[in-house]
């Protein structure tokens, strides 16, 4: 079968068949639309063509010997007597939602800028994760910006205080370093190391930053019966962006990070886009002696706004409204419309109507 009658047989199929040839063939294709997954079957090499072929020609053949359903008779339109009013008001007469005027560009930018200070004071949840570490493990899945970061400084500030050993871990050598700086000015130089695959410094220090990888591998060393004294007084471990639980790859080294980590030591995860943290919260509190706890929420206290900067440098709000709300749908900026399809009309020519 040649490309060309393959892709008009795929271009006749529907997306949900293209899915099932896609599967085990193509990577990722379940976020592919019909002309991706088209290009990426066309794309294969000649034996998985091959493959696609004879599936498709036995799912044509399926679908030849299935019976065609037959269409259901539309109920006749009862009549309606003469001379009565219709109750359809014309529309021109229709009543509609009025829309909120579209912000401006200078409204878009209100408010940005350095907050004026204030006393600072932690919320219920920063408050609840802490004191729930005593006993537990916790997950904190809440947006960027809310405070995650308190929560792990003031968790490792009662670790110290309390004689006990604490592990950062990132997934990025860049992270870690960043996290060196920072934790050096909050707890002294003195205080906080570093372990990673070209670095190694103040490695007895109370406060050890390291990458998960670096983690898992001390981890190994302990249950093959090679014990790190850093082991034995650890108290707190904290995993942060934990959502690469999820990667395809690298995934595998969070789940054995937490299997093999210590009973007496805390967990904390880290996270802003964990998709279903309570699903991981059970996993842990089955495998752990101990009960994982989730704290859970979409507030942010950062609000995110949005704007389209057009290829000629006009600049405009992206959404009728100033901020985006989470869950609520949107509406583009009558301007950015404006614009996208001023861009559209210059590279692909003139919409068809």
Request: with cysteine; charged share 25%; proline share 8%.
């Amino acid at each position: 079968m040649t490309n060309d009658t393959l892709a008009t047989q795929l271009a006749g199929l529907p997306v949900r068949l293209l899915h099932h040839l896609a599967k085990k063939r193509v990577p990722r294709h379940f976020r592919m639309g019909k002309n991706r997954l088209i290009q990426s079957l066309l794309t294969l090499s000649p034996d998985q063509q091959a493959e696609v072929a004879a599936a498709l020609a036995s799912l044509l053949q399926e679908s030849a010997h299935l019976p065609k359903p037959e269409k259901p008779e539309k109920p006749a339109k009862p009549q309606r007597p003469p001379d009565t009013p219709s109750r359809q008001s014309p529309p021109h007469q229709r009543q509609t939602v009025p829309a909120e005027p579209a912000i401006s560009t200078k409204a878009l930018f209100e408010g940005i800028g350095v907050p004026s200070p204030q006393p600072f004071k932690p919320d219920d949840w920063q408050e609840e994760a802490i004191d729930r570490l005593v006993t537990n493990d916790v997950i904190l899945s809440v947006p960027t910006g809310s405070g995650k970061t308190y929560v792990a400084v003031e968790a490792m500030r009662r670790a110290i205080e309390a004689e006990r050993t604490v592990i950062y871990t990132s997934p990025l050598k860049a992270l870690s370093n960043t996290k060196l700086t920072e934790f050096s000015q909050m707890f002294g130089a003195d205080q906080v190391g570093i372990l990673t695959g070209d670095r190694r410094d103040n490695p007895q220090a109370p406060i050890l930053i390291m990458t998960t990888e670096i983690l898992r591998n001390l981890l190994y060393d302990a249950a093959s019966g090679e014990i790190d004294l850093r082991l034995d007084t650890l108290g707190l471990i904290i995993l942060d962006e934990s959502q690469f639980l999820a990667d395809r790859e690298r995934g595998v080294v969070w789940e054995e990070t937490i299997i093999f980590a210590p009973a007496q030591s805390r967990l904390l995860l880290l996270s802003a886009s964990i998709g279903n943290p309570d699903e991981v919260a059970a996993w842990i509190s089955s495998i752990r002696s101990t009960s994982c706890h989730l704290i859970h929420h979409r507030n942010r206290s950062v609000p995110l706004r949005a704007a389209y900067l057009d290829p000629s440098s006009r600049l405009a709000p992206f959404f009728r409204t100033r901020d985006i709300a989470h869950g609520k749908g949107f509406v583009l900026h009558p301007e950015t419309n404006r614009l996208f399809a001023n861009y559209e009309e210059q590279t692909l020519g003139p919409r068809r109507r």
